[in-house]
Antibody
Framework: QVTLKESGPALVKPTQTLALTCTFS??????????VSWIRQPPGKALEWLGR???????FYSASLQTRLTISKDTSKNQVVLTMTNMDPVDTATYYC???????????WGQGTLVTVSS | QSALTQPRSVSGSPGQSVTISCTGT?????????VSWYQQHPGKAPKLMIY???KRPSGVPDRFSGSKSGNTASLTISGLQAEDEADYYC??????????FGGGTKVTVL
């Protein structure tokens, strides 16, 4: 059974750095072809893809956010970490991690974690 | 890269069919057969409904179908049911290992 769960601060201040952890089970990021993505959704708005990390440690980021994002993994803990620098109120959103299966579809999602950026 | 264009809302009565369009460009929807669709109920995480334009994951009812013509992909829900009321998002590969989502469509069952 595949599960993913996001964790991290619910509130961050403007200009701070956000760090979110995705803890997963039911698969391993050491297995060829496995990938995990981060996706966010501002309240009442659409989904936005942020980036992904692959089993071979390849990383790909949204073109518009790549200067602020870092994704890393700890395979011993089955965790993927998203770091986003210089947070702004417009970054207030529910942040999801999701497993990327096959070509470019997300077959399992975490429950999401709401991050509010406010002073 | 701008989000894919979806209608803000569509509606239909139980048993009817509704179709949601997802319009992109020749660099995304038109270039790749990697379009997926997600259903999202309020307060819940999205759920994969269609992938690779027209493939259904195990467990998704066959009333959900996908297609593509040129730069526009479509999701059709046949035999609309009350539980189909939700937001739906399309997603397309855009090259360089990246994807982009649509703006979302709210489906209302009248």
């Amino acid at each position: 059974q595949v599960t993913l769960k996001e964790s991290g601060p619910a509130l961050v201040k403007p200009t701070q750095t956000l760090a979110l952890t995705c803890t997963f089970s039911g698969f391993s990021l050491t297995t060829s072809g496995m990938r995990v993505s981060w996706i966010r959704q501002p309240p009442g708005k659409a989904l936005e893809w942020l980036g992904r990390i692959d089993w071979d440690d390849a990383k790909f980021y949204s073109a518009s956010l790549q200067t602020r994002l870092t994704i890393s993994k700890d395979t011993s803990k089955n965790q993927v970490v998203l770091t986003m620098t210089n947070m702004d109120p417009v970054d207030t959103a529910t942040y999801y991690c999701a497993r990327l299966r096959g070509n470019y579809e997300f077959d399992y999602w975490g429950q999401g974690t709401l991050v509010t950026v406010s002073s | 890269q701008s989000a894919l264009t979806q209608p803000r809302s569509v509606s239909g009565s139980p048993g009817q069919s509704v179709t949601i369009s997802c319009t992109g460009t020749s660099s995304d929807v038109g270039a790749y057969n990697y379009v997926s669709w997600y259903q999202q109920h309020p307060g819940k995480a999205p759920k994969l409904m269609i992938y690779d334009v027209n493939k259904r994951p195990s467990g998704v009812p066959d009333r959900f179908s996908g297609s593509k013509s040129g730069n526009t992909a479509s999701l059709t829900i046949s035999g609309l049911q009350a539980e189909d009321e939700a937001d739906y998002y399309c997603c397309s590969h855009v090259g360089s290992y990246r994807v982009i989502f649509g703006g979302g469509t709210k489906v209302t069952v009248l």
